[in-house]
């Protein structure tokens, strides 16, 4: 118990008033009933050993506080227990150091309510989680904790000082389904290597959680549509973040730009072109959007594209007489065929006042 009194001078009259009241002090149980960690300043560890400049070990204040938050009372005993908790990669090598104490959980007593103790980075980096108990049965842990109070903290364990990694967005575009599909996803910032991993993509792709690739062939069952699939990477200070990859997932095999009845295995007769007269050709695929292009035409046709359609063109001479093969591709996507074709330039019909020799084959 104490007694505050306090008097003052009255300014109207001149007299002293006086008040008194009666407090008690420690109030409350003087038993634990609050506790926590303060990490020092910057508040991370750095990994041992590592050569990056980063303090490899930091003091951590162990704070315990009664029914009033004040400091509990100094005991004769140990009145804090704080232990790293395991199941995290950071916890390999990472201990508590306190005097001649060293290892994954100390007890100490604290003094005016406060215990102070290291802790040092292990060889990995990561979040380390500290839990920090007082017995409020007691204030005691060296004698079993019968009425645990206990608070957890997070503490970051880096590599290195550097800013969160950052996953490129981008457009992968249109994915042919039943086509091997591959792209390098990239990253900037951060500590590398970077771990991949994606969630989102459609059946048959998967990324390589090392290098980042997406891989492999969209399976036919996979929806037709936009697909926006969350890419996080992680470095080596456990550090993540996530972006969008766009793709589009799009139909078609190979087999349905089959052109005209023309199988892969034989040379394609699209017919006979007289010589003098305009022979014009035009390719139409079983798909929409496709593209096409024609590759080693004879000199005397041309090949355009009209609409959807591949369109041949040209007039033939009598130098140009006889078959020529050339290649048409159809492309959608990354899906693409193509045929090898022939035609024939043969004899036409001489015009009225033209030579003979002119559109006569030999
Ligand atoms: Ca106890």
Redesign the pocket.
């Known amino acids: 118990m104490a007694r505050i009194e306090c008097a003052v001078k009255d300014p109207r009259d001149g007299l002293y008033k006086k008040a008194t009241v009666n407090i008690t002090v420690g109030g409350a149980t003087g038993k634990p009933a609050s506790v926590r960690l303060e990490a020092a300043i910057p508040g991370y560890v750095g990994t041992k050993g590592n050569t990056n400049g980063v303090l490899g070990q930091m003091a951590v204040q162990a704070l315990v506080m009664d029914d009033a938050n004040q400091p509990t009372p100094s005991t004769s005993g140990n009145n804090v227990q704080v232990r790293i908790l395991g199941g995290t990669a950071a916890t390999g090598g990472a201990r508590l150091v306190a005097g001649a104490q060293s290892g994954s959980v100390l007890q100490l007593p604290s003094v005016g309510g406060v215990a102070t103790f290291s802790l040092l980075g292990g060889e990995e980096a990561g979040t380390l989680f500290l839990e920090m108990t007082a ?1 409020r ?10 009425d645990p109070i206990s608070a957890i903290r997070a503490v970051q364990v880096l590599e290195a000082l550097t800013g969160l990694p950052v996953v490129q967005s981008q457009d992968l575009g249109e994915v042919t389904k039943g086509t091997t599909f591959t792209a390098l996803l990239s990253a900037t910032g951060g500590l590398p290597p970077y771990v991949w991993s994606a969630t989102g993509l459609p059946n048959g792709l998967s990324i390589d959680a090392g290098s980042g690739m997406i891989s492999g062939v969209v399976a036919q069952d996979a929806a037709e549509r936009d697909y926006n699939v969350t890419v996080t990477v992680t470095d080596k200070n456990k550090l993540s973040s996530s972006g969008t990859i766009k793709l589009k997932v799009v139909g078609g095999v190979p087999e349905d730009l089959a052109i005209g009845t023309c199988n892969p295995n034989q040379v394609c007769d699209i017919g006979v072109a007289p010589v003098g007269v305009n022979f014009t050709y035009s390719f139409v695929a079983s798909v929409k959007d496709a593209t096409w292009t024609f590759n080693e035409l004879p000199s005397w046709l041309s090949g355009s594209v009209s609409g959807s359609a591949g369109v041949l063109n040209g007039k033939p001479k009598v130098a140009n007489c006889g078959a020529h093969t050339f290649t048409v591709t159809a492309k959608k996507g990354s899906s693409s065929v193509t045929r090898l074709m022939r035609v024939r330039v043969v004899t036409g019909a001489v015009p009225a006042g033209g030579a003979a020799e002119d559109y006569t084959c030999p």
């Open positions: 017995d049965f007691d204030n005691n842990v060296s004698n079993g904790i019968q």
